[in-house]
């Protein structure tokens, strides 16, 4: 599975849009990008995934580069609860296996 | 979205003994359900994986002697930690998948052995 890239940490105001980057730049074609968070203590939760069309769903919006090689999660009104480590996942689903990285921890700000 | 449900959230044991965690998918059959472990302010690492009716996958660097790993039906996954050592307390958690699609995460096991 390709390896992703993310920045370690940010921040965001409360009510606006958090827009988290993950770069994958070796990523094949039959591999999709799933997003999943952690809050502190708990077990992970999944986001949303896709494959190359950009996605959405109830809790956040998947934007994938035309080639594939980056993605952007956005959390279009970030609250206190989404204050959580993300993590974005390539995988190609034959295992079903999903290898974490450091993921990004986003504070969310009052 | 699916819950699996992870018994107990936490235990306590000594140094020597045994201990079972539960892993239960309450409202889906799992064909796939997945063991890993977590340090603090560590990411999650991937144990193993069990699929129904088969032996368990382990990763590598995981003493599958030592991590007993039982999958037993559609709905249930066991993990056992057998003769338990200070450096195996960690947060255990399971997740829960349907023929590969997205995982669905327990809420973990706290272990400490003394």
């Known amino acids: 599975d390709a390896k992703t890239t993310q920045p370690p940490s940010m921040d965001c105001a409360e009510g606006r849009a958090a827009n988290l980057p993950c770069n994958h730049s070796t990523i094949s074609g039959n591999e999709y990008v799933y997003w999943y968070r952690q809050i502190h203590s708990q077990g992970p939760q999944y986001i949303i995934h896709g494959l190359k069309n950009n996605e959405t769903n109830e809790m956040a919006s998947l934007i994938i580069t035309e080639d594939r090689k980056s993605s952007t999660l956005i959390l279009p009104h970030a609250t206190l609860r989404d204050t959580a480590v993300y993590y974005c996942?390539?995988?190609?689903?034959?295992?079903?296996?999903?290898?974490f990285g450091q993921g990004t921890t986003l504070q969310v700000k009052p | 979205g699916a819950v699996v449900s992870q018994h107990p959230s936490w235990v306590i044991c000594k140094s020597g003994t045994s201990v079972k965690i539960e892993c239960r998918s309450l409202?889906?059959?799992?064909?796939?359900m997945f063991w890993y472990r977590q340090f603090p302010k560590q990411s999650l690492m991937l144990m193993a994986t069990?699929?129904?009716?088969?032996?368990?996958?382990?990763e590598q660097g995981v003493e599958k002697d030592k991590f007993l790993i039982n999958h037993a039906s559609l709905t249930l996954s066991t993990l056992t930690v057998t003769s338990a050592h200070p450096e195996d307390s960690s947060f255990y958690i399971c997740?829960?998948?349907?023929?590969?699609?997205?995982?669905?995460f327990g809420p973990g096991t706290r272990l400490t052995v003394t």
């Open positions: 996942i390539v995988t190609s689903g034959n295992t079903g296996k999903l290898i």
């Open positions: 409202d889906f059959q799992a064909t796939t």
């Open positions: 997740s829960a998948s349907f023929a590969r699609t997205e995982q669905y």
């Open positions: 069990s699929n129904e009716g088969s032996k368990a996958t382990y």
